[in-house]
T-cell receptor
Framework: EADIYQTPRYLVIGTGKKITLECSQTMGHDKMYWYQQDPGMELHLIHYSYGVNSTEKGDLSSESTVSRIRTEHFPLTLESARPSHTSQYLC??????????????????FGPGTRLTVL | KNQVEQSPQSLIILEGKNCTLQCNYTVSPFSNLRWYKQDTGRGPVSLTIMTFSENTKSNGRYTATLDADTKQSSLHITASQLSDSASYICVVSDRGSTLGRLYFGRGTQLTVWP
């Protein structure tokens, strides 16, 4: 079973608040990802990281920011939450392959998600 | 454009019955295809993964097939149980980038009734 954790699981906040969604993994994986998922819709990649001090924006534009100071930790921050940020946020991690490329399977393990509601 | 399409969007079956979910993709160059199960309010969990050379892969009551020529996959669930109620997501990975980008379908919402 994958050891990847997200907190909080549910969060209801008011508009304008700053929030940080936590994600930690104990598998020593180099690559980590943040996805956004709305009900009945596909997952959209919003941020990813190849390793410590590496962060990149994903396919879906997001006002959130991420940091990767430690291998196991990949927090996501919203400086000023808005109702349009209401969604489910999923964190994932995977191993890095040899020669700097991903393994042929690129198995991603997902956390349980954070359901964010901005009023 | 790399896409993954799933059908049906939703499905209701009675406990004990079989069902088959479909996935069509246009992702290229293809690396692998996997089926995930996502329970409500949880993260996706991998059921099966298949590479280009594999036609079928089983995991208990779940059997996935892959036709790389027609770019189609199916997930067959045998003798369904109430715990099978979930969203089943088809995910295709390309091999054209170091990230190993994943392309997600919208999922088929399966409901198993007693």
């Amino acid at each position: 079973e994958a050891d990847i954790y997200q907190t909080p699981r549910y969060l209801v906040i008011g508009t304008g608040k700053k929030i940080t969604l936590e994600c930690s993994q104990t598998m020593g994986h180099d690559k980590m990802y943040w996805y956004q998922q709305d009900p009945g819709m596909e997952l959209h990649l919003i941020h990813y990281s190849y390793g410590v001090n590496s962060t990149e924006k994903g396919d879906l534009s997001s006002e959130s920011t991420v940091s990767r100071i430690r291998t196991e930790h990949f927090p996501l921050t919203l400086e000023s939450a808005r109702p349009s940020h209401t969604s489910q946020y999923l964190c994932a991690s995977s191993e890095a392959g040899t020669s700097g490329r991903s393994s042929s399977y690129n198995e991603q393990f997902f956390g349980p998600g954070t359901r964010l509601t901005v009023l | 454009k790399n896409q993954v399409e799933q059908s049906p969007q939703s499905l209701i079956i009675l406990e004990g019955k079989n069902c088959t979910l479909q996935c069509n993709y246009t992702v290229s160059p293809f690396s692998n295809l996997r089926w995930y199960k996502q329970d409500t309010g949880r993260g996706p969990v991998s059921l099966t993964i298949m590479t280009f050379s594999e036609n079928t892969k089983s995991n208990g009551r779940y059997t996935a097939t892959l036709d790389a020529d027609t770019k189609q996959s199916s997930l067959h669930i045998t003798a369904s149980q109430l715990s099978d109620s979930a969203s089943y997501i088809c995910v295709v990975s390309d091999r054209g980038s170091t990230l190993g980008r994943l392309y997600f379908g919208r999922g088929t919402q399966l409901t198993v009734w007693p």
